[in-house]
């Protein structure tokens, strides 16, 4: 085995191991506090993008709250989302300072005042509404207004 071969076999086991203690880690403490802690962000640059991602996956699948078919029962927060109000704004130059025209500003508006907890579903957070179209949200109008 070539040297760059052996050092990406140490670099995949090193990730290995880590996956396994990484949520054994308080991240949030400074590294005058842990030792251990000031290792790993030394070690940073060798953790892999995977390793990361499973970690980030963990912790998103432990905080969601909600399955995620509660969708057709109609729990989950509507919104209401006037693309044309957003686009009219655009072409007109003006700026939105009240955070009430563009798009990302009508979901705020919205959502802030929900609880945390109500948007954490597994799939959706909440159902969009287009309007003045004639669009069901089954994914395509979620997906269009949060890309």
């Given amino acids: 085995a070539s040297a760059l071969q052996l050092r990406f076999l140490v670099l995949r086991n090193f990730n290995k191991r880590l ?23 030394t070690l940073r640059g060798l953790v892999l993008s995977t390793t990361k991602q499973a970690m980030w996956d963990k912790v998103l699948e432990m905080s969601a709250s909600g399955t995620g078919s509660s969708m057709q029962s ?45 948007l954490r579903n597994k799939e959706r957070a909440f159902y969009v509404v287009f309007a003045g179209e004639m669009a069901d949200d089954y994914g395509g109008p979620y997906r269009e207004c949060t890309a």
């Fill in 74 to 118: 109609g729990k989950d927060p509507t919104v209401t989302v006037d693309r044309n109000r957003a686009s009219r704004l655009r072409d007109s130059g003006r700026v939105d300072t009240n955070g009430r025209r563009t798009v990302f500003g009508q979901l705020f508006q919205q959502l802030h005042h929900l609880p945390p907890r109500v």
């Fill in 19 to 41: 996956r396994d203690v990484l949520p054994l880690f308080d991240l949030s403490r400074p590294d005058s506090e842990s030792g251990l802690t000031r290792t790993l962000r």
